[in-house]
């Protein structure tokens, strides 16, 4: 199974060598086997890959993402075409009722909420906590209601402050957030790719200018993981160093329980997709979604 993720922080060439990446710059020359790797992050902008790796490394599945300006991921080069069944896939996902959908969307909202209500556990703020389990309990078909919104009225202030405003950039929790979401996003559109899906077609996500609604829907319940390592790690001005990022990207290393098993995020985000594809085969009602838990860096055995 992959584990490996990279970053490329120096100029550097990436290129195909028997079958594994070769990573060349100024001081180092080094080659890794495809298989191992889960994702790679260039994060620098003078690096060049040649188009024979990006086409291996979509072949095996590997998330790639670039960087913009800013050092944040702006792009992922996810699979194409890699389900043997595609058009089969598709059909079912789009033959998808409106009742059918809004009840997964129930499903998603409440794995969300009870792992919001998790993180504030774990960060000490148990008053918020029991508030935001009440909430979950009140989620109706295709959250009718809009207990989300309500949760997160009450979930970001009891976890990083009454001042706290998402979006607001001057608080560098919010370059902490950005970044970490955008590669557990990745992960998911990946996964999404990989299993024939249309990353398109949302469950409630439904922007015509936005080609992954499908993986905007499922993220949700894995946010969480992200808040968690930045209400424990960041203050509002804490910058977002090279290290910080290497330390978000290994998130999908972590530990996260789903169907009461313990996975790495990146192995959960499949489970998820995998009975995703279930439910459309009408195998199942049921999403295998994740419960949130201490930070804790998976171990294979």
């Given at each position: 199974m992959p584990y490996r993720n990279l970053i490329i922080q120096n100029e550097a060439s990436l290129s195909l060598k028997n079958r594994q990446i070769r990573i060349r710059t100024d001081t180092a020359d080094a080659t890794l086997p495809i298989e191992d790797i889960d994702t790679i992050l260039i994060e620098n902008r003078q690096t060049a890959v040649t188009t024979a790796l990006l086409g291996a490394l979509a072949q095996s599945g590997v998330a790639v993402f670039i960087c913009d300006e800013y050092h944040l991921p702006c792009a992922v080069l996810t699979p194409f075409s890699q389900h043997?069944?595609?058009?089969?896939?598709?059909?079912?996902?789009?033959?998808?009722?409106?009742?059918?959908?809004?009840?997964?969307?129930?499903?998603?909202?409440?794995?969300?909420?009870?792992?919001?209500?998790?993180?504030?556990?774990?960060?000490?703020?148990?008053?918020?906590?029991?508030?935001?389990?009440?909430?979950?309990?009140?989620?109706?078909?295709?959250?009718?209601?809009?207990?989300?919104?309500?949760?997160?009225?009450?979930?970001?202030?009891?976890?990083?402050?009454?001042?706290?405003?998402?979006?607001?950039?001057?608080?560098?929790?919010?370059?902490?957030?950005?970044?970490?979401?955008?590669?557990?996003?990745?992960?998911?559109?990946?996964?999404?790719?990989?299993?024939?899906?249309?990353?398109?077609?949302?469950?409630?996500?439904?922007?015509?200018?936005?080609?992954?609604?499908?993986?905007?829907?499922?993220?949700?319940?894995?946010?969480?993981?992200?808040?968690?390592?930045?209400?424990?790690?960041?203050?509002?001005?804490?910058?977002?160093?090279?290290?910080?990022?290497?330390?978000?990207?290994?998130?999908?290393?972590?530990d996260i329980i789903v169907n009461g098993k313990r996975y790495a995020l990146s192995r959960a985000i499949e489970l998820t997709v995998q009975s995703f594809s279930a439910v459309c085969a009408g195998r199942t009602k049921t999403l295998l979604l994740p419960r949130l838990d201490a930070l804790k860096l998976h171990t294979y055995e």
């Open positions: 043997s069944r595609q058009l089969e896939i598709g059909k079912s996902q789009l033959a998808l009722s409106v009742p059918a959908k809004k009840q997964l969307w129930k499903q998603i909202v409440v794995s969300k909420i009870q792992n919001q209500a998790k993180c504030l556990a774990l960060c000490e703020s148990h008053v918020v906590a029991q508030e935001l389990e009440a909430i979950a309990k009140q989620v109706r078909s295709g959250d009718e209601g809009n207990a989300e919104g309500h949760a997160a009225a009450k979930y970001f202030p009891a976890l990083f402050g009454a001042g706290f405003i998402r979006g607001n950039l001057d608080d560098s929790r919010n370059s902490w957030l950005n970044y970490g979401y955008a590669i557990v996003r990745g992960c998911v559109a990946r996964s999404l790719a990989v299993y024939g899906f249309l990353p398109m077609f949302g469950l409630q996500h439904h922007s015509a200018l936005n080609q992954f609604n499908l993986a905007d829907d499922f993220i949700e319940p894995y946010r969480q993981i992200v808040d968690l390592y930045t209400a424990k790690h960041a203050s509002r001005h804490d910058d977002l160093t090279s290290s910080i990022k290497g330390q978000l990207v290994n998130l999908i290393n972590y």
